[in-house]
């Protein structure tokens, strides 16, 4: 096996501003909360973690077009992702008509250095799933605000950890669950729980599906990537690109949504969005599934080893049953005894490099009279989240909950993972969604969790705490 590569500190930088405009100034920046409401600098000024094709293409231009905050700092283990995207930064504040504050954008190899600047108030994390859990966690000690990627979490263990640390650190939160801020999914769950179809008896998503790969070889770790803190609390494997992200492309679709130890595959990559909406339209938004049973092709050989096709049937304490397929058309169909109400995004991707799927309509009911219907001041009204990103900074201003909520992103994301552990088993699995255990299978409850490589993960970084 290859070395490992660790750049230090000085060449990171020297890679990072390399191909960023402006000069290695980096300026005293204040705490936007030491300002009256009123001065023109009370803006929240943001540290962005993972400068990837998501960070790139939608956290940090969702961030950038909202005057309310400033991204003053970037974090990426890969040296060339953190200048490019400090390029981003300073080139719209330089450009935006109107901005009142310019910003020389500092930048980080390490996320826990960025987390110990002063100036920041909070942090946007765009990072691979296995690097969601220990930043937001770390961050909330922190006393940062918190948006994060979706999924959660890769593991239940991980999900009730930091649910209860970002909430008792009272931190406002988001999470890339942007279909809460998509008006026709918060119609169509406003219908759906003011009994629009009748009483809900099941739900059916669909979502894509990921092929295999094949044996990729060995290759030496770029200068500009700090290889071994990417792996994390993953286990040591030789680096190859498509385990990791493209080295000539910040857009097109990274390698490591395809296997396991850093991704769980599409029931998580795209369950995690719609079983939260799916919940959103049951009224289970902080429980879960009483009973799982599932099925999966898994590849037995090759690099990209995460679940193919799938069918996963869930049901819930309150008698709806949930079906996952990736033969059914990419949305959420909710069915009634009166009708039902089919919801997506329209064929809208989050990124270019999305993989293909059958979209369906973005709206459409077995009765167009039912979404033609009004909602009365004694209905049920849900939180009205216009933009996404502008929710969550609105939340930090108020300190009033964002449109999802910590507790609610573990549960839409709890409810994948136990999915994913029935095609794992293959077998029906009893829940219990308060214990959080399986009931009387401890193979189940041993996917709950997994072992750490120190000294990355949740559980490494409390002990040290």
């Known amino acids: 096996m290859k070395r490992i590569l660790r750049p230090s500190r000085r060449q990171f930088l020297k890679v990072a501003l390399a191909g960023a405009s402006g000069s290695l100034v980096f300026p005293a920046i204040v705490p936007s909360s030491v300002f009256g409401q009123n001065a023109p600098s009370n803006r929240i000024n943001i540290g962005q973690i993972g400068c990837g094709r998501i960070g790139h293409t939608m956290d940090m231009p969702g961030i950038l077009k909202h005057d309310i905050a400033r991204i003053v700092a970037v974090c990426d283990l890969d040296s060339r992702r953190a200048g490019l995207a400090k390029k981003l930064v300073e080139d719209h504040y330089a450009k935006a008509k109107g901005s009142s504050t310019a910003v020389s954008c500092k930048v980080y190899g390490d996320y826990r250095e960025l987390l110990k600047d002063p100036g920041i108030d909070a942090i946007a994390i765009s990072t691979p799933d296995h690097w969601h859990a220990e930043p937001v966690v770390a961050g909330a000690l922190a006393g940062k605000d918190i948006y994060v990627q979706k999924p959660l979490t890769m593991t239940l263990e991980e999900g009730r950890l930091v649910s209860d640390i970002v909430g008792k650190q009272k931190r406002a939160f988001q999470i890339g669950s942007q279909q809460r801020s998509g008006s026709q999914f918060r119609l169509a769950c406003e219908l759906v729980r003011n009994g629009r179809i009748g009483k809900l008896h099941t739900v059916k998503i669909g979502l894509p599906v990921d092929p295999a790969g094949v044996i990729e070889p060995e290759m030496p770790v770029p200068s500009n990537l700090n290889y071994d803190t990417w792996l994390g609390c993953t286990p040591k494997v030789y680096y190859t690109e498509n385990r990791v992200h493209p080295q000539k492309s910040i857009t097109d679709r990274p390698g490591f949504l395809r296997i396991e130890a850093h991704c769980l595959g599409m029931i998580t990559g795209w369950g995690s969005h ?128 964002a449109v999802t909520t910590p507790e609610e992103a573990h549960r839409s994301t709890s409810a994948c993972i136990i999915g994913w552990i029935s095609m794992k088993l293959g077998r029906k699995l009893r829940w219990d969604p308060a214990a959080e255990k399986f009931i009387g299978d401890p193979e189940a409850n041993a996917l709950c969790s997994r072992i750490e490589r120190a000294p990355y993960g949740v559980k490494n970084l409390l002990k040290k705490s």
């Open 274 to 401: 719609h079983v939260d909406i799916a919940h959103w339209g049951m009224g289970t938004e902080f429980t879960g599934p009483i009973e799982a049973e599932g099925r999966a092709e898994f590849p037995k050989d090759g690099l990209w080893n995460v679940h193919g096709p799938y069918h996963i049937e869930m049901k819930y304490a309150n008698g709806v049953t949930m079906v996952i397929d990736n033969t059914f058309v990419n949305g959420v169909r909710f069915e009634g005894s009166e009708g039902w109400i089919f919801v997506s995004r329209g064929g809208e991707k989050a990124t270019a490099s999305d993989p293909a799927s059958a979209f369906g309509k973005a709206l459409e009911a077995s009765n167009p009279v039912i979404l033609n219907t009004k909602l009365g001041p004694n209905d049920l009204h849900l939180p009205v989240s216009p933009d996404h990103h502008l929710n969550w900074l609105q939340s930090i201003k108020s300190r009033k909950p």
